[in-house]
């Protein structure tokens, strides 16, 4: 399935099932596990990259090596954070969601990090960012699940606030994958994800179509 606006409410029901819970014991057993893996992170259940192999292999390769302490990242799709906890190493980090019940959840487990700037998102924007000001621009679970207009909507708003050289990270929906033809992931490939980059003005420097079961990696440029 296709997801042909906003209106999806595919996280926002994920993260009241699991704050719900079952039944009692189901949620206590929930909430350990939660604050045993990442300090009660939501998000967490899908794969922690500190933890899981592919991941960890995306993390060392596409996000550990351009972390540099005077440089600033955003990071879109937050959710409840699995991969923000990531780029603390930055200066500066915006974390910018669409949807304010996953902001939240995301606020209450980064209270404490002052460099850290929670943003809510008409869809595809980024409010309060100014221009030419993000060093690296990460995302990993968001635009899997959202269709090419609004893909290519957030390319279009990527490129004003991306410093000239600056590095991108997009995590997207394979549909030539079997795991990426359930419901929930968006229309995609890897040869229509490289024309719509290209189409904004950027330039491909890597991609990994293979560590990920349900999608693929392109890291691109100014």
Same mark, same amino acid.
């Given at each position: 399935?296709?997801?042909?606006? +906003?209106?999806?409410?595919?996280?926002?029901?994920?993260?009241?099932?699991?704050?719900?819970?079952?039944?009692?014991?189901?949620?206590?057993?929930?909430?350990?596990?939660?604050?045993?893996?990442?300090?009660?992170?939501?998000?967490?259940?899908? *794969?922690?990259?500190?933890?899981?192999?592919?991941?960890?292999?995306?993390?060392?390769?596409?996000?550990?090596?351009?972390?540099?302490?005077?440089?600033?990242?955003?990071?879109?799709?937050?959710?409840g954070g699995r991969w923000t906890r990531q780029l603390l190493g930055f200066?500066?980090?915006?974390?910018?969601?669409?949807?304010?019940?996953?902001?939240?959840?995301?606020?209450?487990?980064?209270?404490?990090?002052?460099?850290?700037?929670a943003i809510r998102n008409n869809g595809t924007d980024f409010p309060g960012?100014?221009?030419?000001?993000?060093?690296?621009?990460?995302?990993?679970?968001?635009?899997?699940?959202?269709?090419?207009?609004?893909?290519?909507?957030? +390319?279009?708003?990527?490129?004003?606030?991306?410093?000239?050289?600056?590095?991108?990270?997009?995590?997207?929906?394979?549909?030539?994958?079997?795991?990426?033809?359930?419901?929930?992931?968006?229309?995609?490939?890897?040869?229509?994800?490289?024309? +719509?980059?290209?189409?904004? *003005?950027f330039r491909i420097i890597d991609e990994d179509t293979t560590t990920m079961?349900? *999608?693929?990696?392109?890291?691109?440029?100014?």
């Amino acid at each position: 399935m296709a997801l042909s606006d +906003l209106s999806s409410t595919l996280h926002t029901d994920q993260l009241k099932r699991e704050i719900r819970g079952l039944w009692w014991p189901l949620r206590i057993a929930r909430a350990i596990r939660r604050e045993l893996a990442a300090g009660g992170i939501y998000g967490i259940q899908w *794969g922690d990259p500190e933890v899981w192999t592919p991941l960890r292999f995306i993390r060392d390769r596409y996000v550990l090596p351009f972390i540099k302490p005077e440089h600033t990242a955003l990071d879109i799709g937050c959710g409840g954070g699995r991969w923000t906890r990531q780029l603390l190493g930055f200066n500066r980090v915006y974390a910018v969601d669409y949807y304010e019940d996953l902001l939240v959840e995301f606020r209450r487990s980064f209270r404490r990090y002052k460099h850290v700037t929670a943003i809510r998102n008409n869809g595809t924007d980024f409010p309060g960012v100014p221009a030419q000001s993000v060093d690296y621009i990460l995302s990993f679970g968001c635009f899997g699940h959202i269709n090419q207009g609004l893909i290519s909507s957030y +390319l279009a708003n990527i490129r004003p606030i991306l410093k000239p050289g600056g590095n991108a990270v997009i995590h997207y929906s394979d549909k030539n994958k079997i795991m990426a033809q359930g419901s929930g992931f968006s229309d995609n490939t890897p040869e229509e994800m490289r024309a +719509l980059v290209r189409r904004h *003005g950027f330039r491909i420097i890597d991609e990994d179509t293979t560590t990920m079961w349900n *999608g693929a990696i392109v890291h691109f440029t100014i």
